[in-house]
Structures are given as C-alpha cells and as structure tokens.
C-alpha cells in the first residue's frame, strides 16, 4: 500500500539558513499534519491543512510557515534556522480530519550546525 | 491540561514473556486513542485506534483495550522483533492533534 512520502530524507544546514521540506500524502488523503521529534521526544504537534486551509495550529515558532497544494501535497518553510531545530519532522496524512487515523511518514531528519 | 501518561517508560522482556503496557490519559471528549510502533530514526507506525470504552482491537500477538481512563496494550509471547518504542496518543474534540505520551520502550531478549 501506498505510504506517505517524505522528501529530503535528511537535510544538513548552518544556522540562520533557510530549508523547505516536502510531504506527499497518502492518495485520496486530504488532510496534512506536520510534526517535529526530538531527540528523546515524543512528536509534538506543529501545523495542519485540510483542502489546502490551515485546520489547526500547535506549538509552531513564527519563523516556520507551511501550506498545502492543489495536489494535496504539502511543504513546511524554516527559515532562520536555530540549533534548537534540528529535529526528526514528520508528516502525516489522514483520509478525513473527524476522527481518522494518522499515517505517518518517514520523516526529514534535520540537522543544523 | 490534557496528559498522556505512559508506563513503564522501559520493559525488558524474554521471548515468550507476555506483558502489558499502560496509557493513562485525561482528556475532555475523547475522539480516539491510538497506538503506535516507533523504531529508532523512523515515522510512527500504526497499530490501532480505539473509540469507546470496551472497546478492544487485536492484531497478531498484540490486543489493544480503552476504559474511561486508561488503555492497555497487552503483548502475548513477544519475539525480539517486536522490540520497538510504543506511542500511545490520544485526539480530544474540537482538535486535530495527537497528544502523545511519552513512550514504552520495549526490549525483548531471544
């Protein structure tokens, strides 16, 4: 079965740098969730979109911003990048945003140095 | 505030040695309550979702349970490639985000 794609895999960048990560969900999936996991950490909630409208909003810092597509795909913007970021981020998908469950992705592992 | 409280944070079994793990949460309307498998380095991976209190999902050697306040994830004659760390989550009403607890990391020895 098809899963959620997640592109880069892994991301290097210096501080104050900017990075775009990508997910692609799930076909026929219409909702999109962005998470961030670090080191130790259970996933926290960061952002998500149903129809291409932000749904809801968690503990995202003012420097990331995110959007969804007409193809449903969707991309999360980093920009003044800070040590703190470097993180496992993760997408996730889900058919219907009423009670569905979450499939998760791979993820992007981010490092900034 | 809402709370996902796992335990134990760490099990080691033997292979064979059936067990439980906990999820305790608190939570104004529960929407559901999910299980996950996460692997080191990797994306959650679905195991179950419950609804209701009573409810009960099984799936090889692992069956889920829901109460009012607590599910248990009982694993029955664990093999060492169920070693993982197991995310219990929950989605209250009128949000679309996992809270999610802390983890159990499970270790099981051949």
């Known amino acids: 079965a098809a899963g959620v794609i997640q592109s880069p895999r892994h991301l290097i960048k210096e501080k104050r740098e900017t990075a775009t990560l990508k997910c692609y969900p799930i076909p026929r999936h219409d909702t999109v969730y962005w998470y961030q996991q670090g080191p130790g950490q259970d996933p926290q909630f960061l952002i998500s979109?149903?129809?291409?409208?932000?749904?809801d909003k968690g503990s995202i810092p003012d420097r990331f911003s995110a959007q969804q597509f007409s193809d449903y795909h969707s991309e999360l913007n980093m920009s003044s990048l800070e040590l703190g970021d470097s993180a496992l981020y993760f997408c996730?998908?889900?058919?219907?945003?009423?009670?569905?469950?979450?499939?998760f992705g791979p993820g992007t592992r981010l490092l900034v140095l | 505030e809402d709370q996902v409280t796992q335990s134990p944070e760490a099990l080691r079994l033997q292979e064979g040695e059936s067990s439980s793990l906990n999820c305790s949460y608190t939570v104004s309307g529960l929407r559901g309550l999910f299980w996950y498998r996460q692997d080191p380095g990797k994306g959650p991976e679905f195991l179950f979702t419950l609804y209701s209190a009573g409810e009960e999902k099984e799936k090889e050697r692992l069956k889920a349970t829901l109460t009012k306040k607590e599910s248990f994830l009982h694993i029955t004659a664990p093999k060492p490639e169920d070693s993982a760390t197991y995310l219990c989550?929950?989605?209250?009403?009128?949000?679309?985000?996992?809270?999610f607890g802390k983890g159990t990391k499970l270790t099981v020895n051949p």
């Open positions: 989550a929950v989605l209250q009403g009128g949000s679309e985000k996992l809270v």
């Open positions: 979109f149903y129809e291409k409208m932000q749904s």
């Open positions: 996730a998908s889900s058919r219907d945003r009423v009670q569905e469950t979450q499939y």
